[in-house]
């Protein structure tokens, strides 16, 4: 009966193992394709062979020079009911959001209801940071800039949810955090600075944010088709669907909604209206003046109190400026949809990106067509993004995971057996096998604890990265009981034979 069982047992998992191997050649399909040299022909092929080296679904983007402005969209904006992208579809905004906000602020400290110098406590009396355990006031201009001091971790502090008090809990939890510098003196970048701005903007106009900024920005400009996502609108069959990577693949992903981080990521937009944003930046529609005038204030940079990026790069008011040559930019990611932004005001040029998946294919696809523009070779494709980087890289972990879990299941089917000759053999294998276990109970423990190492939780792993990651941890930590059990067999085994 025990060989009977050992025999299927050691065929499951000869079985399991070449289902491995199998899926391995097959997928190496998909995985090869972000390896392979990127060259493009022309601008329709390099947004393609991003796309496919991205697995990202669908892109739309806008492109004004010289106040000649056309549309392009690729791929879906549903691939399960095949429905394409087109000049309607929205997508959220991600970070670039935070330009709007920004705008907000701008036109309030131009109608006198607040100062860029103004702290943050003067609006919200239970605001009280610290830095190197005493407490320090951030003014307004600091969060504009990211030079609040506010660590970028802090993300995971916002709270997942769509109630009305969503905004109030993600200031609430980061009203008494340590700070990673002091205020104003280094540039570090934070989303949640910029939900402070949001409250702030709640507590000077009485309305709520996004009310606010609707009417403030968004209509007079004519963006009627945008709007921000709080999780109680009701969601336009014009929104395309938005996506997630694992193993290679875009698989469609209903991301949660955090109605706390809604100054800082959650502006529901397409290209109509994205148009008449660009356009709006270089001074070519006709707007109010004084939007027009905070416009242009948005544009120019303090050196003083804006965020030090690198050589002739500022960050100041939701944008990354370059002051030589009068270029400003931004990125945005969302768990599900990504953008990218570039705006030349001196030569009047203007790119707007949308994807429909967190990764960095808008920002490649941008600065080619920029480059494009000016006379310049594409840049050759560059696989240097984080989020599909992690989901390969934990791909291939997980196929090296599961062939050791059918090893050591063939160990285990099969029995353990240990020559031992004499003494010093016993003492050896003994020793062999303690230090063992002990390595394995430390990589049982490292497994589960290690993002809270980097400074990160289940929750951004679950919201932000592949599930990948989750599946290598958990045949991980699998095989390391696995392993546990074997080490703690052959020592018994081994005082046994005493």
Excluded at 170 to 194: E, F, K, M, R
Excluded at 457 to 469: A, G, P
Aim: aromatic share 12%; with cysteine.
């Amino acid at each position: 009966m025990k060989k009977i069982l050992s025999r299927t047992g050691s065929s499951i998992a000869y079985a399991i193992l070449f289902i491995v191997i199998i899926t391995t050649i097959v997928g190496w399909n998909v995985l090869g394709t972000m390896f392979e040299e990127g060259n493009y022909d022309n601008e329709d092929h390099m947004v393609e062979t991003i796309m496919a080296k991205s697995a990202t679904p669908g892109v739309a983007m806008v492109i004004s020079e010289q106040g000649e402005t056309k549309y392009k969209f690729y791929g879906y904006a549903d691939v399960h009911n095949n429905k394409m992208v087109t000049e309607e579809s929205l997508f959220e905004l991600g970070s670039t959001t935070k330009a709007f906000t920004a705008l907000a602020i701008i036109l309030l400290a131009d109608e006198g209801f607040l100062s860029y110098s103004d702290y943050v406590s003067d609006y919200i009396p239970w605001f009280e940071p610290t830095f190197k355990g005493e407490k320090v006031n951030i003014s307004i201009n600091q969060l504009l800039a990211h030079t609040s001091g506010i660590p970028p971790w802090s993300i995971r502090l916002i709270p997942e949810g769509t109630t009305e008090d969503s905004l109030e809990k993600t200031v609430h939890n980061v009203s008494d955090i340590a700070l990673d510098t002091y205020p104003g003196t280094a540039y570090n970048y934070a989303t949640v600075n910029y939900d402070v701005l949001a409250m702030i903007i709640e507590k000077v106009t009485g309305k709520s944010y996004q009310d606010y900024v609707t009417e403030s920005i968004l209509v007079p400009l004519k963006m009627t088709d945008s709007y921000f996502s709080t999780g109680q609108e009701k969601e336009s069959d014009k929104l395309t669907k938005g996506y997630r990577v694992l193993f290679g693949r875009s698989f469609e992903y209903d991301a949660p909604r955090y109605y706390g981080n809604i100054a800082a990521g959650y502006l529901v937009t397409n290209l109509k209206d994205l148009e008449r944003w660009i356009n709006a930046q270089m001074g070519i529609d006709e707007i109010p003046d004084n939007l027009m005038n905070a416009i242009q204030k948005s544009h120019e940079i303090d050196i003083k109190t804006a965020g030090y990026e690198d050589k002739n790069q500022y960050y100041s008011f939701g944008w990354s400026i370059d002051t030589k040559n009068r270029v400003v930019s931004h990125s945005g990611s969302n768990p599900n949809y990504s953008s990218r932004v570039i705006i030349d005001l001196e030569k009047q040029q203007a790119i707007f990106v949308l994807a429909n998946l967190n990764s960095n294919a808008p920002s490649l696809i941008a600065n080619n067509i920029y480059e494009n523009m000016n006379g310049n070779h594409m840049n050759k494709f560059n696989y240097d993004d984080a989020y599909l980087l992690i989901d390969l890289v934990f791909s291939f972990l997980v196929i090296i995971a599961v062939v050791i879990l059918c090893l050591k299941v063939i160990k285990l089917v099969r029995g353990i057996k240990l020559n031992i000759k004499d003494g010093k053999t016993r003492f050896r294998k003994i020793i062999g096998s303690s230090i063992s276990l002990i390595l394995r109970i430390t990589l049982l423990v490292l497994v589960m604890i290690w993002p809270y190492l980097l400074n990160n939780d289940y929750s951004m792993i679950r919201v932000w990265m592949s599930y990948s990651i989750f599946i290598w941890m958990g045949l991980t930590a699998i095989n390391c009981i696995l392993s546990i059990i074997i080490n703690i067999k052959k020592i018994r085994i081994i005082r046994s034979s005493l």
